[in-house]
């Protein structure tokens, strides 16, 4: 009996942890390093969304962080949901996965999307 009660609870707080799986993360714009892998995805990202008309040309950026995750991979990879906003007004939300390499100095787009326009 205590052998398969012992499974049963290794069985439980085995599926209560997925791993591999995304962690969310409490953005502070004082922590350089994330701050420079939002502003790398975004600036790769809104060119991307220009050229395909989903938002119009201009300077774009970052005014608000609805969320972070981050994934252990082989590296880490970092997903970032944020309002973003260009110097005539207009606004968007963004969601953008940077995969940052081991050792922090190489990054990549995963992927973005516009899901809201505001």
């Given at each position: 009996?205590?052998?398969?009660?012992?499974?049963?609870?290794?069985?439980f707080s085995h599926a209560q942890s997925t791993p591999g799986g995304y962690t969310p993360i409490k953005f502070n714009s004082n922590n350089k390093q994330l701050v420079a892998i939002l502003n790398?995805?975004?600036?790769?990202?809104?060119?991307?969304?220009?050229?395909?008309?989903?938002?119009?040309?201009?300077?774009?950026?970052?005014?608000?962080?609805?969320?972070?995750?981050?994934?252990?991979?082989?590296?880490?990879?970092?997903?970032?949901?944020?309002?973003?906003?260009?110097?005539?007004?207009?606004?968007?939300?963004?969601?953008?996965?940077?995969?940052?390499?081991?050792?922090?100095?190489?990054?990549?787009?995963?992927?973005?999307?516009?899901?809201?326009?505001?």
């Amino acid at each position: 009996i205590l052998l398969v009660l012992s499974l049963a609870i290794f069985g439980f707080s085995h599926a209560q942890s997925t791993p591999g799986g995304y962690t969310p993360i409490k953005f502070n714009s004082n922590n350089k390093q994330l701050v420079a892998i939002l502003n790398y995805g975004v600036n790769q990202a809104v060119p991307k969304a220009i050229a395909a008309g989903q938002i119009s040309k201009g300077q774009w950026a970052y005014t608000n962080v609805i969320s972070v995750q981050n994934q252990v991979v082989a590296g880490m990879n970092f997903d970032f949901i944020v309002d973003i906003a260009d110097g005539s007004g207009d606004t968007a939300r963004l969601n953008i996965i940077v995969f940052v390499a081991p050792g922090g100095k190489t990054m990549s787009l995963s992927s973005w999307a516009i899901f809201m326009l505001q």
